[in-house]
């Protein structure tokens, strides 16, 4: 994947933001209704944990898009021209910025 290569970078970054949201539950408790504690975790810890969860605990995401899923700057998917727009136009805009940015500090 050639959007992650610097690692270390990529990491400390996700941990900036691990923290965050681990030292603020009741911020997103309030938004959320329930409380958010993020950590990493392998594949099968991950499935292992699903394991007790039944379909119906998840909500079901009803008549909206999701934001742009690509692996390219030309493929995307989820309904990414027929919803949101202008929040889409907005996020590529952002991460073209994110880009430059990165290119500079290389």
């Known amino acids: 994947?050639?959007?992650?290569?610097?690692?270390?970078?990529?990491?400390?970054?996700?941990?900036?933001?691990?923290d965050y949201i681990n030292g603020h539950p009741e911020v997103f408790e309030q938004r959320f209704g329930r409380k958010l504690?993020?950590?990493?975790?392998t594949l099968d810890e991950y499935f292992a944990r699903l394991k007790g969860f039944s379909p119906l605990d998840f909500p079901a995401r009803m008549g909206r898009s999701f934001l742009p899923i690509t692996d390219h700057d030309v493929n995307a998917w989820s309904g990414f021209y027929s919803g949101f727009p202008n929040l889409k136009?907005?996020?590529?805009r952002a991460e073209a910025t994110l880009r430059a940015v990165e290119a500079l500090e290389t």
Request: net charge positive; no cysteine.
């Open 89 to 92: 136009a907005l996020a590529r």
């Open 1 to 18: 994947d050639f959007r992650f290569q610097n690692a270390t970078k990529q990491f400390s970054n996700m941990d900036r933001i691990v």
């Open 37 to 41: 504690r993020l950590q990493y975790s």
